[in-house]
């Protein structure tokens, strides 16, 4: 079947109200925060570069005695720089390299790597790709895990908040909100810590008991915990009880006036998502709206950016 009869078929199937909501356009909706990357895969000769790497001499490596755990750090190296070689940082007495933060010589001198977050003694390894030997090894300790997480002790749910914080800001570091009693991150609001200090998230709409945490992307720990509470929002919305087919009115709101929030009209019985003419309450208060042009009974919403409903009230289309 062509793309143009399941697009047909699809609109047929949602019915006449999501059909008139594609015609008005819909509300901008708010991107779900991608899960971070994934650990690199363990180096193989797949990665060898075209044309042969040139050696650079025997095998040495050197980098600072110390660095703070999570952070990222620069390794001068000479070496074979055969195809496959690659410099590593593993804990002291480790015999095998096992997804520790590696770089590929072929990227060239200095590379960098990432420190592992518990404190210890490291070494860093020159490894040959053709037989995994370990061609050169260098001491290394690695401090403990320093950093901090500065915010209000309460936010109002879909509001926007300030978060301050210190760390290591290693690669695919991140800052998020979760609920209290979370042992994994599952699609909260976010942010790079690449974006500095302060930088913001959106609280959940849900009142509750939540923290803060500090993930190192190095290997996927909560490095710091902040407890936060949210409240649930107020949400206010005065319309018309009464308005014409195909008037334009107002709706005055107040409301927590979060990232991709919207007022809208649509039937008492309409789904969760369901939308016709509406404003982002980004553009401020009142807002205008356009009521249908079928007669009955109706309600003007006020719908969080990530999705529900969080006040509505009633009104009639004559």
């Known amino acids: 079947m062509n793309r143009q009869n399941l697009f047909l078929l699809a609109a047929l199937s949602v019915g006449l109200t999501l059909v008139v909501a594609a015609c008005s356009g819909a509300p901008p909706a708010t991107p779900s925060p991608t899960s971070p990357p994934t650990p690199s895969a363990a180096p193989t000769q797949a990665r ?161 008991n939540y923290e803060l945490w500090y993930v190192t992307r190095v290997d996927n720990v909560v490095q710091l915990r902040r407890p936060i509470t949210v409240t649930i929002p107020t949400v206010t919305l005065e319309a018309p009880a009464t308005v014409a087919a195909g008037e334009e009115f107002e709706v005055t709101w107040t409301g927590p006036n979060g990232p991709g929030d919207y007022i809208t009209i649509v039937t008492q019985d309409a789904p969760e998502g369901t939308y016709r003419s509406y404003e982002n309450a980004s553009t401020g208060s009142p807002v205008t ?25 009633p009104i009639t289309v004559n």
Request: aromatic share 10%; glycine share 12%.
């Open 48 to 208: 060898t570069a075209t044309p042969a790497p040139i050696p650079t001499g025997p095998a040495s490596l050197d980098a600072p005695d110390t660095v703070v755990g999570g952070t990222e750090f620069e390794v001068e190296w000479t070496g074979p720089n055969a195809a496959g070689d690659y410099v590593t940082i593993v804990k002291a007495g480790t015999t095998q390299w096992t997804n520790e933060s590696y770089f590929d010589t072929r990227n060239g001198s200095p590379g960098s790597l990432v420190a592992p977050t518990t404190e210890g003694a490291y070494e860093l390894w020159y490894v040959s790709g053709t037989d995994d030997a370990i061609a050169a090894r260098r001491p290394i300790t690695v401090s403990d895990f320093a950093g901090s997480l500065a915010a209000p002790d309460s936010v109002e749910g879909g509001t926007v908040f300030s978060v301050e914080w210190t760390g290591p800001n290693g690669p695919g570091d991140y800052i998020t909100i979760v609920e209290v009693g979370a042992e994994a991150w599952s699609g909260e609001d976010y942010f790079d810590t690449t974006e500095g200090s302060p930088s913001s998230l959106t609280a959940p709409v849900k009142g509750g």
């Open 289 to 313: 709206l356009t009521a249908p042009e079928e007669s009955g009974a109706y309600e003007v919403r006020y719908v969080a950016g990530e999705g529900p409903t969080l006040h509505s009230v």
